[in-house]
Nanobody, 123 residues
Framework: QVQLVESGGGLVQAGGSLRLSCAAS????????MGWFRQAPGKDREFVVA????????YYADSVKGRFTISRDNAKNTVYLQMNSLKPEDTAVYYC????????????????WGQGTQVTVSS
């Protein structure tokens, strides 16, 4: 099993920044792609961003391009999401994911999910 633990969520004003972290652990973690999905109240879960092991392949949702940046520290099995210029529509529970070897925007590709961390952006 793989465990994913997110941190860094919170309340921020529009235009502000937050940095999410996600640490992976477990003997079956083999260093696959990692990423983030989010789900706002009353809405479907949506893809945010994903990155492969080496960092050479990164996919962003159009809604966050230019504002969010994903990075990973493989020595720590940790992925980070730097979120800048936050908007009220970014308010959601953010979930860390891992599973496939290559990043994907499909939630069905990801076997392991974290518990989620709440991000709230006030206007």
């Amino acid at each position: 099993q793989v465990q994913l633990v997110e941190s860094g969520g919170g309340l921020v004003q529009a235009g502000g920044s937050l940095r999410l972290s996600c640490a992976a652990s477990g003997r079956t973690f083999t260093g696959g792609a990692m990423g983030w999905f989010r789900q706002a109240p009353g809405k479907d879960r949506e893809f945010v961003v994903a990155i492969n092991w080496s960092g050479s392949s990164v996919y962003y949702a159009d809604s966050v391009k230019g504002r969010f940046t994903i990075s990973r520290d493989n020595a720590k099995n940790t992925v980070y999401l730097q979120m800048n210029s936050l908007k009220p529509e970014d308010t959601a529970v953010y979930y860390c994911v891992t599973g496939p070897a290559q990043p994907s925007s499909s939630e069905f590709e990801y076997e392991y999910w974290g518990q989620g961390t709440q991000v709230t952006v006030s206007s």
